[in-house]
């Protein structure tokens, strides 16, 4: 080679090398575990790619590099639980440095120009191109998951000081929570149907559906675990704030969306709803007079 590299530049190499065939690893895992074709060969091009990447590194850093087994079942474990899209742009996050250094060697070095426009653009296209039904179904979810937030957080913290007692406020939020999910399930799939066909209208309705419950079984939790309903209350609220963060955090990692505003934005709302039912409910007590 006529290139001079310093040594510090060889390490960073050396780091990149070892990214890019764990990468290879991922990606050949994740293309023979998924079903669908499309997706599996476009995981296979990727794949090569990445090691295409690795051997032209290891032509400056002179050495073969093991990948990081750790890693390869990190992300192949997320990948497979919240969907490849997800997993693959949570893991391509965290190599921004490895780009950087690509491009600034690029300015000097022609294969180094080559592979930062590969690691940037092509990768970015192929990913773009992953068929995937999470994703096609989030503002189903978005749906149900709101709904659930606001209604149930507002419901559950008016009952909180209406009922003072834990049972009864769980047994409430639940017989409301269910039929909730049924009502907003039915019209999703009435809304959805007059736009789809009945099969996807059915899995949109089935993913509002899902969300709704699991949203409503997380914030109804703590009042089945605790006698105390002030504490269940303020677990709940946490419960929901958490719920919104790692919903969000999801979607904005999946789907290339702000995080910051979109969380604030939610939990903004669920907690207001809240704080006015809890008054609401308060007062509601006080004017009936009811004692329980």
Same mark, same amino acid.
């Given at each position: 080679?006529?290139?001079?590299?310093?040594?510090? $530049? +060889?390490?960073?190499?050396?780091?990149?090398?070892?990214? !890019?065939?764990? =990468?290879?690893?991922?990606?050949? @895992? %994740?293309?023979?575990?998924?079903?669908?074709?499309?997706?599996?060969?476009?995981?296979?091009?990727?794949?090569?790619?990445?090691?295409?990447?690795?051997?032209?590194?290891?032509?400056?850093?002179?050495?073969?590099?093991?990948?990081?087994?750790?890693?390869?079942?990190?992300?192949?474990?997320?990948?497979?639980?919240?969907?490849?899209?997800?997993?693959?742009?949570?893991?391509?996050?965290?190599?921004?440095?490895?780009?950087?250094?690509?491009?600034?060697?690029?300015?000097?070095?022609?294969?180094?120009? $080559? +592979?930062?426009?590969?690691?940037?653009?092509?990768?970015? !296209?192929?990913? =773009?191109?992953?068929?995937?039904? @999470? %994703?096609?179904?989030?503002?189903?979810?978005?749906?149900?998951?709101?709904?659930?937030?606001?209604?149930?957080?507002?419901?559950?913290?008016?009952?909180?000081?209406?009922?003072?007692?834990?049972?009864?406020?769980?047994?409430?939020?639940?017989?409301?929570?269910?039929?909730?999910?049924?009502?907003?399930?039915?019209?999703?799939?009435?809304?959805?149907?007059?736009?789809?066909?009945?099969?996807?209208?059915?899995?949109?309705?089935?993913?509002?559906?899902?969300?709704?419950?699991?949203?409503?079984?997380?914030?109804?939790?703590?009042?089945?675990?605790?006698?105390?309903?002030?504490?269940?209350?303020?677990?709940?609220?946490?419960?929901?704030?958490?719920?919104?963060?790692?919903?969000?955090?999801?979607?904005?990692?999946?789907?290339?969306?702000?995080?910051?505003?979109?969380?604030?934005?939610?939990?903004?709302?669920?907690?207001?709803?809240?704080?006015?039912?809890?008054?609401?409910?308060?007062?509601?007590?006080?004017?009936?007079?009811?004692?329980?």
């Amino acid at each position: 080679m006529n290139y001079k590299i310093d040594a510090d $530049t +060889i390490e960073s190499l050396k780091k990149a090398q070892k990214n !890019e065939i764990t =990468e290879y690893h991922i990606y050949s @895992k %994740l293309s023979s575990f998924i079903k669908n074709e499309h997706n599996s060969k476009v995981l296979k091009q990727i794949a090569q790619d990445e090691l295409s990447h690795h051997n032209e590194l290891k032509k400056f850093t002179g050495t073969d590099m093991k990948p990081n087994i750790l890693k390869i079942y990190f992300y192949t474990f997320i990948s497979l639980i919240f969907g490849i899209t997800f997993g693959i742009k949570l893991m391509e996050k965290g190599e921004s440095g490895a780009e950087k250094l690509y491009r600034e060697l690029g300015n000097k070095i022609e294969e180094f120009k $080559t +592979i930062a426009k590969e690691e940037n653009k092509h990768e970015e !296209e192929l990913i =773009e191109i992953i068929e995937e039904e @999470k %994703l096609q179904f989030v503002g189903s979810m978005v749906l149900g998951l709101n709904d659930a937030l606001v209604e149930l957080t507002g419901t559950l913290a008016g009952l909180t000081f209406a009922l003072k007692n834990t049972r009864l406020i769980a047994l409430s939020g639940l017989i409301t929570g269910i039929a909730a999910t049924l009502s907003m399930a039915a019209s999703e799939y009435l809304s959805a149907r007059t736009e789809q066909e009945s099969s996807r209208a059915l899995k949109s309705s089935l993913y509002t559906g899902g969300a709704y419950v699991f949203t409503v079984a997380c914030l109804v939790f703590p009042y089945l675990l605790f006698s105390n309903y002030v504490l269940s209350l303020v677990l709940t609220i946490i419960m929901a704030i958490l719920i919104i963060l790692v919903f969000n955090f999801y979607i904005s990692v999946a789907k290339d969306l702000p995080f910051k505003q979109r969380f604030f934005e939610m939990a903004g709302i669920s907690l207001g709803v809240a704080v006015i039912s809890f008054i609401i409910g308060h007062f509601v007590r006080l004017f009936l007079g009811v004692d329980v």
